[in-house]
């Protein structure tokens, strides 16, 4: 076995280990990773993806693709397989990786396997090792039960605001689609990770047609994937394709031009300043740094953010209280932050306020779900749910509900009745696995 590192070359081992499906087909592995896990030599490489047995396979529900993809279970977690030729598989890991450095949402990728023969010595196709996403569903899975339009378009914003991410960085996608995103709960709404970065080039800067010809590629995808869902009966009849796909470049657009659009005001509105960068806080985006330029006849100031990155609430929160959680969440627990500090902590600094919310707030819910339902959502999203319903029920009881009573209230009412969103991946039910399993026939 020959196991590369990310900042060598070839680490030579050897293959005297008992490993499953002859010696001789491991040895002639080579491994591409910044970390081997030793468990991976536990999977039948001998094998092609599509002959492994079940007791080697995690079931969850494949999306669209052009490849075989499998996945499987490695210590506490589970990995994506997916064949494909040596040189996709290559770029596609040093893409992943690249994305990653750069803080864009984006699956985990652990290794590149070549050199793969079965055991009469014959040879296999490589395969690129990702980490499964826990608690990420594809857009199928989601539109298993009937979507409504309000979830449509929360989904659509989530789409949008990755490509947004991804041109920001330099990075044409070259191959946009919904069957190329993973989706996870984010306090009610959904943010979006990049799967598939095969076709993905990273450059300084994209220029305008580059963008363009990304959001077409989106647009004429989204909107066939769009009529599949509509002929599966698993959209409104309502929804129209077309202009779902649409309103995916509309959203692109607005946030795109929110974000880099020069602005000009006059001299007394300098106040506009900040109203801009509030406005981009509000979008999860930190501002940098400004350019601001006076115009020739000194009346008026031109404005336009410099450099911006994302996830403003998600850093507060995470300095605050060390929970990493989605952007939308972080939003949400800093509110509920923010308001406690106001009624128990006014006088106190910002990390005092927090660290007796986590004890008094966040750490009580998460502790108060029942052990048989704590698979059903991740802990952000059932504090931030836990949140919503205690101040409903306060609304529509005209009093102040405590805690206790609204994590109980919650946990009967809701919880009780929601999939399991960690569980439904591993043992989707029948219209889910339905839906999945009819994404792949068409592909085929």
């Not at 993905?200 to 590629?217: K, M, V």
């Not at 009093?399 to 809701?414: F, G, H, K, M, T």
Request: charged residues 25%.
């Amino acid at each position: 076995m020959a196991a590369h590192s990310a900042t060598g070359g070839p680490v030579r081992g050897t293959a005297d280990t008992a490993l499953s499906g002859g010696a001789a087909a491991i040895a002639s592995l080579s491994i591409t990773a910044a970390t081997t896990d030793e468990r991976l030599l536990d999977l039948p490489w001998h094998l092609a993806l599509e002959d492994w047995p079940a007791e080697n396979l995690a079931a969850l529900p494949r999306g669209l693709s052009r490849h075989v993809v499998r996945f499987a279970p490695l210590g506490a977690g589970v990995v994506a397989i997916k064949e494909t030729a040596e040189e996709p598989a290559r770029h596609e890991y040093q893409m992943l990786r690249k994305l990653q450095r750069l803080g864009i949402p984006c699956v985990e990728p652990v290794a590149v396997m070549t050199g793969r023969m079965r055991t009469d010595g014959s040879a296999l196709q490589p395969v690129l090792v990702t980490r499964h996403l826990r608690f990420s569903l594809p857009y199928r899975a989601l539109f298993s039960q009937t979507l409504r339009r309000e979830t449509l378009t929360r989904l659509i914003d989530a789409q949008a605001l990755l490509m947004v991410r991804l041109h920001l960085v330099g990075f044409y996608w070259g191959d946009v689609s919904l069957s190329n995103t993973l989706f996870r709960r984010d306090a009610g709404a959904f943010a979006a990770y990049l799967v598939d970065a095969e076709t993905g080039e990273l450059h300084p800067q994209l220029s305008d047609g580059q963008r363009e010809h990304d959001l077409e590629i989106a647009r004429v995808n989204i909107a066939g994937e769009m009529m599949d869902l509509v002929e599966g009966g698993l959209l409104e009849d309502k929804v129209d394709p077309v202009a779902t796909s649409e309103r995916i470049m509309d959203s692109y657009r607005k946030l795109w031009a929110e974000l880099t659009a020069e602005e000009s005001f006059d001299l007394g509105e300098r106040w506009r300043v900040n109203a801009r960068i509030r406005r981009l806080n509000d979008l999860g985006f930190d501002v940098e740094e400004f350019s601001i330029k006076s115009t020739a006849d000194g009346t008026s100031i031109r404005l336009q953010p410099k450099v911006v990155d994302a996830g403003h609430h998600q850093r507060r929160l995470l300095r605050l209280t060390g929970l990493d959680v989605q952007e939308n969440q972080a939003r949400r627990l800093l509110n509920d932050l923010d308001a406690y500090r106001a009624d128990h902590y006014s006088e106190q600094s910002e990390e005092v306020s927090a660290h007796s919310w986590v004890r008094h707030v966040f750490e009580p819910i998460v502790k108060a779900i029942p052990r048989e339902l704590a698979g059903k959502l991740e802990p952000a999203e059932v504090v931030h749910e836990v949140l919503e319903h205690r101040w409903y029920v306060s609304e529509d009881q005209d009093r102040n509900v405590p805690l206790a009573e609204a994590v109980q209230s919650y946990v009967d009412s809701v919880l009780r009745h929601r999939r399991d969103e960690a569980a439904i991946m591993l043992n989707p039910d029948e219209r889910t696995a339905a839906a999945l399993d009819a994404a792949e026939t068409d592909e085929g």
